[in-house]
């Protein structure tokens, strides 16, 4: 089992910042929680929000989401009684908030109610209760379904449950290239799945591995699939219908970053809900049997997928 440290640290998470409204309080909080909690100064980012919580006359998402970073700081240094402490006011403050407004209507609600389910969650585990975690996770999924950190969720309940069981159908509701194997097709192969996003430069990066891992071990029984959605817009951030998107990865994006021949993929926003793609690429190896092996929010190096890959092919 990986390190709850690794787990928390692999996921990459975005944080809108604005002025905060506290009295006496000028500088932007929230980002510079977020510099202490990346930093892991845990010691002094605790002081600083206890110095300015005098200041506060109500709980705002603003303070919510800077108590929320320092949550996380500790759980990156692996602190489980700081974070659980605040992850817990974070997560209790935000409750409160979502009662006379959506969560989704506040810039910073989304960030403090996400990141306390997350550093909770992952608390429990490190508290030895898995059992504990998952089932908070899922019910938080469940509860926060439709909302914008539903795949934040999902993600961290599958990095905590998905290694181990057999791989979820994936939904297609269409696809480039060559039409997506069924799981028949899959019976008896090692799987790759990349789920990627045509605007993620991590994922282009990712790219180049994946076909030199085609090249090495696609006789071998490899075999790479690629599934994406559509985001309602296409270069530059101009937006597009659906058929507008599709129009462009098929003409304009391909032609720049063409799409590998061996490699299909199905398009589906529900599969990103699902294996909770919040982080692009996000990989997921599969064995000969279908069971998950690794499920890795962020990218993975070539020798490190090899000393994955390499095991499952000769079982």
């Not at 908070?136 to 539903?150: H, K, N, P, V, Y």
């Not at 269409?174 to 069924?182: I, K, S």
């Not at 085609?214 to 951030?237: A, C, K, M, N």
């Amino acid at each position: 089992m990986r390190q709850s440290k690794v787990l928390i640290t692999s996921i990459v998470l975005t944080c809108l910042f604005s002025p905060l409204s506290l009295v006496g309080q000028s500088d932007n909080l929230v980002s510079e929680m977020s510099d202490l909690a990346w930093a892991e100064e845990i010691d002094k980012a605790r002081d600083i929000i206890e110095e300015q919580r005098t200041k506060v006359e109500q709980p705002a998402a603003e303070w919510l989401a800077a108590v929320s970073w320092l949550a996380r700081g500790a759980s990156f240094a692996e602190r489980w009684d700081v974070a659980e402490h605040y992850a817990s006011e974070a997560y209790e403050g935000s409750l409160e908030l979502i009662k006379d407004r959506p969560l989704d209507a506040d810039r910073f609600l989304p960030t403090a109610l996400g990141a306390g389910i997350e550093v909770l969650g992952h608390t429990y585990n490190a508290q030895g209760d898995r059992a504990r975690a998952v089932n908070f996770l899922g019910a938080a999924r469940q509860q926060f379904a439709g909302t914008s950190i539903e795949t934040r969720i999902q993600k961290n309940f599958l990095l905590l449950s998905l290694e181990g069981s057999q791989l979820p159908d994936l939904e297609i509701d269409g696809y480039l290239g060559l039409r997506p194997p069924t799981a028949n097709n899959l019976k008896d192969k090692v799987a790759l799945f990349f789920f990627w996003a045509h605007w993620c430069p991590d994922c282009k990066r990712q790219e180049p591995i994946l076909e030199a891992l085609h090249e090495e071990y696609g006789d071998q029984g490899l075999v790479i699939v690629g599934p994406t959605q559509l985001y309602g817009f296409v270069s530059r951030g101009q937006t597009a219908t659906a058929e507008e998107e599709l129009a462009y990865l098929n003409g304009e994006y391909t032609e720049q970053f063409p799409i590998p021949s061996w490699m299909t993929v199905p398009i589906s926003q529900e599969n990103f809900l699902n294996f909770g793609v919040s982080t692009t690429p996000t990989l997921v190896l599969v064995d000969r049997s279908g069971v998950v092996q690794r499920y890795n929010p962020g990218t993975l190096s070539y020798d490190e997928l090899v000393a994955l890959i390499e095991p499952l092919l000769v079982q």
